[in-house]
């Protein structure tokens, strides 16, 4: 399985990004699938979760509001629409598969993506 993240970049403080992650390899809607990030010097966080068919979804509290996961099983591709961006959500975005379905815990993850590089200017 094969994970690739995209859409990450430079925005200014109360902008919008939208996260893609495409998935290969095996069938999509196996997998619940789940957003983090790691700020620099800081430990990788939970940001978003997603069930097989996206009905469940989870988020952190620092995001809740302004964050909105989503999948197209169609597309092999979930993604993570990112508005009223803070300095404070700058970080790198890691994609990840779980073949157990839906959590938040990262350590539950069986395959993560390569990251994506979000920068929030103040």
């Known amino acids: 399985v094969q994970l690739q993240a995209s859409g990450g970049g430079l925005v200014q403080a109360g902008g919008s990004l939208r996260l893609s992650c495409a998935v290969s390899?095996?069938?999509?809607?196996?997998?619940?699938m789940g957003w983090f990030r790691q700020a620099p010097g800081k430990e990788r966080e939970f940001v978003a979760a997603?069930?097989?068919?996206?009905?469940?979804?989870g988020y952190a509290d620092s995001v809740k509001g302004r964050f909105t996961i989503s999948r197209d099983n169609a597309k092999n591709t979930v993604y993570l629409q990112m508005n009223s961006l803070k300095p404070e959500d700058t970080a790198v975005y890691y994609c990840?598969?779980?073949?157990?379905?839906?959590?938040?815990?990262?350590?539950?993850?069986?395959?993560w993506g390569q990251g994506t590089l979000v920068t929030v200017s103040s």
């Open positions: 990840a598969a779980n073949r157990n379905g839906y959590t938040v815990v990262s350590g539950s993850y069986d395959y």
């Open positions: 390899g095996r069938t999509f809607s196996y997998y619940g």
């Open positions: 997603i069930s097989r068919s996206g009905g469940t979804t």
